[in-house]
């Protein structure tokens, strides 16, 4: 049933562009304060606000399983992993940035990247536009890899309990325990990024980004947007941006390498709904 949980969720996402209609997390706040107002500690807080909801629709789920042959169960699983997919319309912030690029609007670029995708640069700030593009797209790498790679991974290996878990873990990041959930974050980020990365260099050069990924993945303390950049832009051969000394210019090589990088993701994203077809026949 998770199986077609999942594919009545994509096709909704599909249909939709984004699942906002469901996101809705004034609740996650609530609760947050909730704990607060308790007297919990900041990590009990922590584990209350992520376990309790998690525990609460695992008691759903498991009362609606034998309901009309499942099939309520699958309409609250769809509904969750809807919720448990990223917030906004991804493709609408790719082209977006894109067309910055294109019109060399470094500076819209910049101010859009740090409203959408909590871009925080260094004190100094990017020397470059070379150097902001690389930042930028370890950013949307990630992003992407949050708002569906990762939610669809536990999702298969746990539930739907396991997408909202990860999905609730997301919203913590920047709230009051920042530090505390970046922690949990990146182990649960650990084991479906490196996957996502390996399916980067079966979708893209191979033979240019297999060394690469393999020598990311033995530095098992690099963060996961560290190696989703070095193994895409491996896999993608993106030196072309970097080659471009002046701005002039820059900005179409920048954007057509935006592009390269939506399509490896697609074909990564192709690559692991064929994978999990196959696992679910086979299993």
């Known amino acids: 049933m998770n ?122 700030g990017p020397a470059s536009p070379q150097e902001f593009q690389q930042q930028i797209q370890r950013c949307l790498l990630y992003e992407a890899y949050q708002r569906w790679f990762a939610v669809l991974f536990y999702f298969v290996l746990i539930g739907p309990e396991g997408a909202l878990a990860y999905r609730l873990l997301q919203l913590c990041v920047h709230g009051s325990e920042e530090e505390m959930t970046k922690r949990v974050l990146f182990y649960a980020d650990w084991v479906p990024a490196r996957l996502l990365a390996a399916t980067f260099t079966l979708a893209g050069d191979f033979i240019r980004s297999s060394d690469v ?30 080659d471009v000394e002046s701005e002039n210019g820059f900005g179409d090589v920048a954007g057509s390498q935006l592009a390269e990088m939506e399509a490896l993701l697609t074909r990564s994203a192709t690559s692991w709904l064929v994978i999990i077809s196959v696992l679910v026949l086979l299993l």
């Open 3 to 124: 199986f077609i949980a999942m594919i009545f969720a994509l096709v909704l996402l599909q249909v939709w562009g984004s699942a906002s209609r469901v996101h809705q997390d004034d609740w996650v706040r609530r609760l947050q304060t909730f704990a607060t107002d308790l007297g919990m500690s900041r990590f009990v807080g922590f584990v209350f606000s992520i376990a309790a909801p998690v525990l609460l629709v695992h008691l759903l789920l498991n009362a609606l399983q034998p309901l009309l042959f499942g099939l309520l169960w699958i309409a609250a699983a769809v509904l969750i992993l809807l919720y448990s997919f990223g917030r906004g319309d991804f493709q609408a912030l790719l082209g977006r940035y894109r067309n910055y690029c294109q019109s060399e609007n470094f500076e819209s670029a910049y101010l859009d990247a740090q409203s959408e995708l909590f871009y925080e640069p260094g004190e100094e």
């Open 213 to 242: 990924f393999i020598a990311s993945f033995k530095e098992s303390t690099e963060t996961a947007a560290s190696i989703l950049l070095v193994t895409a832009r491996a896999a993608l051969g993106a030196q072309g941006a970097d």
